[in-house]
């Protein structure tokens, strides 16, 4: 066995692990990315949980079958006739998976073109030696090589209900979620967070009846209130059922699908009869297999890697960045702590803010939101002003025809300086945008107000939502 030396190790290539490696890298780093992670012929697929059975193919997936409700429900009022509409399963899951393998691909091109050094393996820990780090790597390749600095992103795992072991054929984690042969008649979710309303979503729209139960009394708890009842009363309306207070009792599978014995807000016990069932109750940070113990990397209750403000872990040179240590698990949240940590290596300043990180959820009416909602304003006792603004008077959204939804601005009541902001509606995720901007700079509701904004466009309804901060609407 060889044993090569680097500057910066990267374990895992992840959205934090591989652009952590990218940004060391055009740092001048000598720097090495490992990860595991195998495609179908057991060849190479960095990108993570993000790319493989994530953000990545869950968005193809949403956008599949959007189109296929579209067709189906939205057409007919632009005057579009459609006869046998139908839904290949088998060439949707295969184009999802074509997008998979080219970002996959992207990366290996990203990799090659920064000079980062890939092994296909799994990284661990082997011992401290002056040199720095010894990681062994096993796998596809099998190698020893010591790393100055060492960066984990080892992500994170789907966390399974006590008793009910994901099977991926009945019992579904977000991977087996991703690649349903065909349409089930009945779907059943248990949890409905990110991954429940999505996956929830791409299913029903496509045909499936769909029920997800959720253990906590309101729905979307973390979105901010007015915003999650805009939310469910939408999904409501789609056909999707929401319980909501409900405590699962028993999971079982049979040849005919899954049973789930659960009591309802109510305490009565009920059953819910389903051919396929989805558990997206969260996610465990994943350390399997790094070793950790063979350098005394210390881990907290939960199984991530305790890290201070800056993802330093408790041992010199070793840092830790997204699913694997505290924070949202969000991509973008482990892209920027991975080029932050990257340019702590160079002694540079690195900054992750975490109170301006976008969070998106993908369904229709898209989600999305930055900053403090208005339940945690109230909390914490501060004096603030709030101004919606509905896409019902927005005349790009009449004209695309998506008019569910609100933008929602919250204000200092003496500053204005914005403190959140809240979308329900078409377009969310890209129209969150501009309030990320505008919070990193500290705007206030009234800079928003005053900037002028291209008509028409649902943007609009964003200037007019600062606008009404100060109560006046224009077109309102
Ligand atoms: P990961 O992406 O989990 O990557 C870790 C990598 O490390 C993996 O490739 C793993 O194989 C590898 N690895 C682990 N241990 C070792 C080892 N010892 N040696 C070598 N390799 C190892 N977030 C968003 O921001 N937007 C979304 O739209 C979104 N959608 C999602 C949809 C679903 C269904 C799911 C499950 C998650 C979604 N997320 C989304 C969350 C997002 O995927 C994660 O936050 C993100 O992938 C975390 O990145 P990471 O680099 O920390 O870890
Ligand atoms: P989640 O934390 O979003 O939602 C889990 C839900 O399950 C919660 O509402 C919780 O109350 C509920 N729950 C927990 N235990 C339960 C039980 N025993 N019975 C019934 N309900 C129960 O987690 P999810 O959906 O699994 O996703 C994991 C993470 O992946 C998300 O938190 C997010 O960080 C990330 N993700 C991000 C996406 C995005 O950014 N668009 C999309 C999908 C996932």
């Known amino acids: 066995m060889s044993s090569k030396q680097f500057d910066v190790i990267v374990i895992g290539g992840g959205p934090g692990g591989y652009i952590a490696a990218i940004r060391a890298a055009q740092l001048g780093f000598a720097t090495a990315c490992i990860d595991e992670w195998k495609n179908e012929k057991g060849g190479p697929a960095p990108g993570g949980t993000c790319t493989n059975v994530g953000c990545i193919p869950s968005k193809a997936l949403l956008q599949s079958s959007e189109h296929f409700d579209h067709a189906g429900h939205a057409f007919a009022d632009h005057g579009i006739g459609l006869k046998d509409l139908s839904i290949d399963v088998t060439k949707m899951l295969g184009r999802k998976d074509t997008v998979v393998k080219q970002n996959n691909d992207g990366i290996l091109y990203l990799f090659k073109k920064n000079k980062v050094t890939f092994f296909h393996g799994r990284g661990s820990f082997a011992r401290t030696t002056e040199a720095g780090y010894e990681i062994k790597v096993t796998g596809t390749a099998e190698e020893v090589i010591v790393g100055k600095h060492v960066i984990v992103a080892t992500g994170s795992n789907p966390r399974a209900l006590p008793g009910a072991p994901f099977d991926e054929q ?278 928003i107000a005053r900037i002028c904004h291209a008509h028409p466009s649902l943007s609009e309804a964003t200037k007019e939502a600062a606008l009404a901060v100060d109560k006046r609407t224009l077109n309102f």
């Open 170 to 447: 009945s019992i579904l984690s977000n991977d087996g979620a991703l690649r349903i042969p065909a349409v089930p008649k009945k779907l059943g979710l248990i949890g409905a967070g990110v991954i429940g309303l999505e996956m929830g979503s791409v299913w029903r729209r496509l045909g499936a009846e769909v029920t997800v139960l959720e253990a906590l009394p309101a729905f979307l708890g973390a979105v901010d209130e007015q915003i999650a009842k805009e939310a469910q009363k939408a999904f409501v309306k789609q056909g999707l059922k929401i319980e909501l207070g409900v405590k699962i009792a028993e999971v079982k599978t049979s040849k005919k699908g899954v049973s789930v014995a659960y009591a309802n807000a109510k305490g009565e016990p009920q059953t819910l009869e389903v051919d396929k069932l989805i558990v997206s109750i969260g996610r465990v940070p994943n350390t399997n297999g790094l070793n950790a113990e063979a350098v005394g990397l210390k881990l907290d209750e939960r199984g991530a890697i305790v890290v201070d403000d800056d993802c330093r872990t408790n041992l010199p040179r070793v840092w830790a960045v997204g699913d694997v240590v505290r924070g949202p698990m969000l991509a973008h949240k482990a892209e920027e702590e991975g080029v932050a940590v990257a340019e702590r290596i160079a002694g540079q300043h690195g900054h992750v803010n975490f109170n301006t990180i976008p969070w998106v959820i993908y369904t229709s009416p898209e989600i999305a939101w930055v900053g403090q909602t208005e339940q945690q304003l109230k909390a914490a006792g501060r004096a603030y002003k709030a101004g919606t603004f509905p896409f019902m008077a927005n005349g790009r959204a009449r004209a695309l025809g998506d008019t569910t939804g609100m933008v929602k601005f919250l204000a200092d009541a003496k500053t204005d300086e914005i403190l959140g902001v809240h979308i329900v509606g078409p377009m969310a995720s890209e129209l969150i945008a501009e309030a990320v901007v505008a919070m990193e700079f500290k705007a206030s509701s009234e800079d």
